[in-house]
């Protein structure tokens, strides 16, 4: 779920008045969904039914995308589609802690509530006193979610069909998976039961939303308003229905933002492990609990760390995380979600070290230890931290157990 956007052909389509210029009014404005989304078949036909609402004339682009690699879709590509091929975005994810806010997107209210589930099949059954397989697409907040499982081996997949599919067939006791993509599933396999359950981490609360682009303002409102009287009459259920969350998997809901590397499961243990299986099985990775109750010195950092580390963050981090840090599929990394001005749940080195086994999502541990102490430094001085003359170096990184609150200058 990576998320591209270009150019803006919605420029030019509207007056200032909000009003279609006469042109697109039989044109009709161009909605496109995300390449393989599960949800694609609910997207279009929430669409339809609000921009009718709406009085505005529409016509579905499917392949508006002109591909996506297996980790998503990244801003540039975004940015190319509403360039070229759309005026509208339907079925864009937003959540707590990826919602695109640091995008030049104007979104809608959701039209649907959903997010990350356990699934399991009645046959399903951890090994005795093995590690369980649990499956989970790649590069996705899917994987986010499954490290923090305590004992088990993941299997990556590299769609949530696929993720679906590894517990149909008995290849993994359990998936960690986007909820609509087990909808899709069991329309296309009307025999197969799941159990759902609920996943307790703040990557798994989403909702989807049409993304407007920067001239695609004036139609937000009219949108929202259909959007909201649909709500009020019922329409907006009735079609929604059939991909709403079970009952069970809405309970427990996380409270607040939190992070993986604060809420694994150690359960007072210093650290956990999970190994990788089927078709990304090369990694194996510690995830370190940390405590934020011991500060220190803050370790230090210079101003060449952190233009190359700024480098290194655009090529490698920014795709999910944001140009600017604000979050897309994946955490924001700065501001107060990520280091809050006091009372830090975060610390530096447990950060440090959830980055160095767990990212870049598509090459995880695979960067230079330098590489990821200066994409650390630049992300210190991004929340405020000043530059020194100190060199930041990997032990250093490891070894901080400096609570991650904002600094006070840069």
Not at 270 to 275: D, E, F, L, S, V
Not at 394 to 404: G, I, M, Q, R
Request: glycine share 10%; with cysteine; net charge neutral.
């Amino acid at each position: 779920m990576k998320t591209r956007l270009n150019l803006f052909a919605l420029a030019g389509m509207l007056l200032a008045t909000g009003t279609l210029t006469p042109g697109l009014a039989n044109a009709g404005v161009r909605v496109c969904t995300f390449p393989g989304s599960p949800s694609a078949a609910l997207d279009e036909a929430v669409a339809r039914e609000a921009f009718h609402t709406a009085g505005i004339a529409l016509s579905l682009a499917p392949g508006g995308f002109d591909g996506s690699d297996d980790d998503g879709v990244s801003l540039k590509e975004l940015n190319k589609a509403l360039a070229r091929k759309c005026d509208v975005i339907a079925g864009f994810p937003r959540s707590t802690v990826a919602d695109g806010s640091g995008s030049k997107l104007t979104f809608s209210r959701g039209y649907l509530h959903s997010g990350y589930v356990s699934v399991t099949t009645r046959e399903s059954s951890a090994q005795d006193g093995g590690a369980e397989v649990v499956a989970a697409t790649y590069a996705s907040p899917a994987q986010l979610i499954a490290v923090q499982q305590p004992n088990v081996r993941l299997d990556l997949e590299n769609t949530a069909a696929l993720t679906v599919d590894a517990v149909a067939s008995g290849h993994a006791q359990r998936a960690i998976v986007w909820y609509p993509a087990v909808v899709a599933y069991t329309i296309t396999h009307p025999n197969l039961h799941f159990q759902i359950a609920s996943t307790v981490s703040p990557y798994a609360d989403w909702h989807l939303v049409f993304a407007f682009g920067k001239s695609g303002a004036a139609l937000q409102p009219r949108i929202d308003a259909a959007l909201e009287k649909m709500a009020a009459d019922g329409r907006l259920a009735a079609l929604t229905r059939n991909w709403t969350l079970p009952e069970a998997a809405q309970a427990a809901r996380p409270s607040a933002v939190t992070f993986a590397y604060r809420d694994g499961p150690g359960h007072g243990d210093a650290a956990w492990r999970m190994t990788l299986t089927g078709s990304r099985a090369s990694l194996q990775g510690h995830f370190i609990k940390v405590d934020a109750s011991a500060p220190s010195d803050a370790p230090g950092f210079d101003r060449a760390q952190v233009a190359h580390g700024k480098t290194l963050y655009a090529s490698a981090c920014a795709k999910c995380h944001g140009p600017g840090l604000q979050g897309l599929n994946a955490p924001a990394l700065r501001g107060p979600a990520f280091a809050p001005a006091a009372n830090a749940k975060l610390t530096i080195g447990g950060v440090y070290g959830y980055m160095t086994n767990n990212m870049p999502a598509d090459r995880p541990g695979k960067l230079k230890p330098q590489d990821y102490a200066d994409i650390m430094a630049f992300l210190l001085y991004s929340n405020g931290y000043s530059a020194g003359a100190t060199k930041l170096t990997d032990d250093n990184a490891k070894a901080s157990k400096t609570p991650l609150n904002a600094g006070t200058s840069q």
